[in-house]
């Protein structure tokens, strides 16, 4: 079955960085574009970053742009956020998610960003 | 950018009653070229990701019961569960992935009365 799997997360000061990754099984990760999404402590989903099948593509919300950065490793089935210069109000679980629409997800990866 | 914006916030239904949620875009979300709307509606339980119940805004996801349905087309969207169950004690997103930034609702939250 298909899993995805978030690690990277943890405790980061504002302005320090950090680098999610999310493993993929079970689907044809080179085949299926990609997605980050976030969920700020009881509150609602925001999307964040979407990569395209074949990494060529690639789009932000404005809320990151120009401080996160999505990639992917098709041979590793890997797909990869990296955050700069953080801020409070990146405080989240991120999800990796399959699609659009977004069918698959994983469970997540609390970043905490605190001084 | 995309707003998308849910009514009701909140809502209480009876078990065994029907439950209808509402999402309207800033701007339409069907496609032209293929006559289809990108838009899906995730169900999220507490403590878990989100699940996708139903996408092209009226299309169930294989596995999702068939008290979920979806309709409507352009800008104006509704979830119906057609016989509230416990196990459907959620918060429900719509999301459109018509453009990017792609966007979500703020989020209904379902209970029952």
């Known amino acids: 079955q298909v899993q995805l799997v978030e690690s990277g997360g943890g405790v980061v000061q504002p302005g320090r960085s950090l680098r999610l990754s999310c493993a993929a099984s079970?689907?044809?990760?080179?085949?299926?574009?990609m997605h980050w999404v976030r969920q700020a402590p009881g509150k609602g989903l925001e999307w964040v970053a979407v990569?395209?099948?074949?990494?060529?593509?690639?789009f932000y919300a404005d809320s990151v742009k120009g401080r996160f950065a999505i990639s992917r490793d098709n041979s590793r089935n890997t797909l990869y956020l990296q955050m700069n210069s953080l801020r409070l109000e990146d405080t989240a679980v991120y999800y990796c998610?399959?699609?659009?629409?977004?069918?698959?997800w994983g469970q997540g990866t609390l970043v905490t960003v605190s001084s | 950018d995309i707003v998308m914006t849910q009514s009701p916030d909140s809502l209480a239904v009876s078990l065994g009653e029907r439950a209808t949620i509402n999402c309207q875009s800033s701007?339409?979300?069907?496609?032209?070229?293929?006559?289809?709307?990108?838009l899906a509606w995730y169900q999220q339980k507490p403590g878990q990701p989100p699940k996708l119940l139903i996408y092209?805004?009226?299309t169930r996801e294989s596995g999702v019961p068939d008290r979920f349905s979806g309709s409507g087309s352009g800008t104006d969207f509704t979830l119906t569960i057609s016989s509230l169950q416990a196990e459907d004690v959620a918060v429900y997103y719509c999301?459109?992935?018509?453009?990017?930034?792609?966007?979500f609702g703020q989020g209904t939250r379902v209970e029952i009365k």
């Open positions: 998610a399959k699609g659009p629409p977004l069918d698959y």
């Open positions: 990569v395209s099948y074949d990494g060529s593509d690639k």
């Open positions: 701007q339409t979300i069907l496609y032209s070229s293929d006559n289809k709307n990108y």
């Open positions: 999301h459109q992935y018509y453009i990017t930034p792609q966007t």
């Open positions: 079970g689907l044809t990760f080179s085949s299926s574009g």
């Open positions: 092209w805004a009226s």
